[in-house]
T-cell receptor, first 115, second 117 residues
Framework: DTGVSQNPRHKITKRGQNVTFRCDPISEHNRLYWYRQTLGQGPEFLTYFQNEAQLEKSRLLSDRFSAERPKGSFSTLEIQRTEQGDSAMYLC?????????????FGSGTRLTVV | AQTVTQSQPEMSVQEAETVTLSCTYDTSENNYYLFWYKQPPSRQMILVIRQEAYKQQNATENRFSVNFQKAAKSFSLKISDSQLGDTAMYFCAFMMYSGGGADGLTFGKGTHLIIQP
């Protein structure tokens, strides 16, 4: 297993466009998390999945943000009608439900720039 | 809601020196986990060390150790014999025990550690 994979690594988009990011977790991990990291800040929790179920989504930043994990494997994070304030690093992480105390394995992130 | 505070935005030390990064947190929970993560430039975040709140013994991983003071809600990271590869952002993070970590990790703002040759 090569760890948590995120694509693309970088995305530049025009304001108002929709963007979608993909995360492939460690294959045996049943939990998958999305975080946003802005410059000079620590990662901010957005949402998480246990298998295909999205168990926490109240912290998604607005209704323009949505995430899916249709078959309990990879996940996508979509931002509709992007704004300049959405420019950030979007991090994905995964873990085993019964081993969350071991911490998460993070991907390298997708850096979004909205122009 | 939990908060994590890292009061040192940046620190710089010479190679081979010992450095301590500070972290305080605020919670009403009694059972929780604490973590230090390292984020090298343009690379993924990796776990450095973790501590369970119910354990009094401070965690140690090779050159990395913590000073966990539960009553003071303090969780500092000590790096001994610092190396150039230790240059990175370091984040302190908190996770509640209840709910099986469903609230995710709460991170501090980070400390940028620079190891000078």
């Amino acid at each position: 297993d090569t760890g948590v994979s995120q694509n693309p690594r970088h995305k530049i988009t025009k304001r108002g466009q929709n963007v979608t990011f993909r995360c492939d977790p460690i294959s045996e991990h049943n939990r998958l998390y999305w975080y946003r990291q802005t410059l000079g800040q620590g990662p901010e929790f957005l949402t998480y999945f246990q298998n295909e179920a999205q168990l926490e989504k109240s912290r998604l930043l607005s209704d323009r943000f949505s995430a899916e994990r249709p078959k309990g494997s990879f996940s996508t994070l979509e931002i509709q009608r992007t704004e300049q304030g959405d420019s950030a690093m979007y991090l994905c992480a995964s873990s085993l439900r019964d081993r969350v105390m071991d911490g998460y394995t993070f991907g390298s992130g997708t850096r979004l720039t909205v122009v | 809601a939990q908060t994590v505070t890292q009061s040192q935005p940046e620190m710089s030390v010479q190679e081979a020196e010992t450095v301590t990064l500070s972290c305080t947190y605020d919670t009403s929970e009694n059972n929780y986990y604490l973590f230090w993560y390292k984020q090298p430039p343009s690379r993924q975040m990796i776990l450095v060390i973790r501590q369970e709140a119910y354990k009094q013994q401070n965690a140690t991983e090779n050159r990395f150790s913590v000073n966990f003071q539960k009553a003071a809600k303090s969780f500092s990271l000590k790096i001994s014999d610092s190396q150039l590869g230790d240059t990175a952002m370091y984040f302190c993070a908190f996770m509640m025990y209840s709910g099986g970590g469903a609230d995710g990790l709460t991170f501090g703002k980070g400390t940028h550690l620079i190891i000078q040759p």
